[in-house]
């Protein structure tokens, strides 16, 4: 049997103290709050505290120490983009030579339009692609001008590509790794 | 959707580097020249028009768990029933139809990498249709919140 969750982010020295075993479970209790975003309360953290059973301190430093440890990436608002009118949104993945691929990644990572940049597997023979970028724009022609640019700039006219627009969202919401489904 | 100067600032603001501190939407306020009271109520009503899914901490993936994109090529005319089975599985959190022979594409969490595979076992099992598994083998983006072109969308 598995556990029910991942121990990454349990202090250390949970499994010796009483006192700490208490609060990595208010850690985790924590983690499961957090994933379904901040409380609209005047004092959040205090909200947290009391749902968690840790201190309005603990909740701030555990964040603050998830943040410095890149646990948690960004801690900000998390904007749909759909809704505000970017309906187009493209994956492109390339075919890129392996010894190549790193820097490319890191090339197009740094692109302001690119919004996320991806290496993985190729899955020969059906998926040739080991380099994935996502360009989010305002429509189809405007996705494909950048890519266009993007084609030019960085000299991939030669690469294999593919774009896969997205014509629906069935779901999208923030990773639960705690929570139950 | 039209937003007024305000929500536009707090968006363009806040994607990051959220105040943590006892009273954090106080601190927004005051950096923004507005009240308390007024962020929450903007970020509340932000939320129930579906412009922001939520306020807090997008988790990194590699440490937070396990997760991964998957691809199946799904009969067209099946389309929404396949996707409907897909977020029926545990820890489905993206699910996009995108145009291509793969035409659904969602992205699975579970704690752990053993109860990921099973998971995705049984769904590939379930569904009888072949499946591309894409871990992450590096991620090159660093997630800073996405600016608004505010231009393009007027």
Same mark, same amino acid.
């Given at each position: 049997m598995s556990q029910p969750f991942s121990a990454d982010y349990l202090p250390r020295d949970s499994a010796t103290s009483r006192s700490t075993e208490v609060s990595a479970w208010g850690l985790l209790r924590l983690r499961k709050q957090l994933e379904q975003g901040l409380p609209l309360t005047p004092r959040p953290f205090q909200t947290l505290a009391e749902r968690t059973g840790l201190s309005e301190q603990e909740v701030m430093d555990a964040i603050t120490q998830w943040q410095s440890d890149g646990l948690i990436k960004r801690f900000g608002l998390v904007v749909?983009?759909?809704? *505000?009118?970017?309906?187009?949104?493209?994956? %492109?993945?390339?075919?890129?030579?392996?010894?190549? %691929?790193q820097a490319l990644g890191k090339a197009m990572a740094a692109v302001p339009f690119i919004t996320l940049c991806y290496q993985r597997p190729r899955r020969l023979p059906d998926w040739p692609y080991n380099l994935f970028c996502m360009i989010h724009g305002t429509n189809r022609e405007r996705v494909l001008a950048q890519l266009a640019c *993007?084609?030019?700039?960085?000299? *991939?006219?030669h690469i294999q590509h593919a774009v896969l627009f997205s014509n629906k969202a069935y779901r999208q919401r923030g990773g639960r790794y705690v929570s139950h489904d | 959707m039209t937003l007024d100067a305000a929500d536009r600032q707090l968006i363009d603001s806040y994607q990051r580097n959220l105040p943590v501190c006892e009273r954090p939407y106080e601190e927004i306020a005051r950096s923004l020249g507005l009240t308390e009271a007024e962020v929450i109520h903007r970020l509340s009503a932000l939320q129930e028009k579906q412009v922001l899914s939520r306020v807090g901490p997008v988790f990194e993936h590699s440490q937070a768990g396990a997760s991964l994109l998957a691809a199946v090529a799904a009969p067209e005319a099946q389309m929404d029933l396949v996707a409907a089975r897909i977020n029926r599985a545990p820890g489905v959190n993206h699910n996009y139809a995108r145009e291509h022979t793969y035409n659904l594409w969602f992205v699975m969490t579970a704690p752990d990498h053993e109860l990921l595979d099973e998971h995705l076992d049984e769904l590939e099992h379930e569904l009888r249709l072949p499946m591309l598994r894409l871990p992450m083998v590096e991620g090159y983006h660093i997630d800073l919140g996405f600016d608004i072109d505010w231009e393009a969308l007027s």
């Open positions: 749909k983009h759909r809704t *505000l009118g970017y309906n187009a949104n493209a994956m %492109v993945v390339w075919n890129i030579p392996d010894e190549q %691929v *993007l084609i030019d700039d960085q000299n *991939l006219q | -």
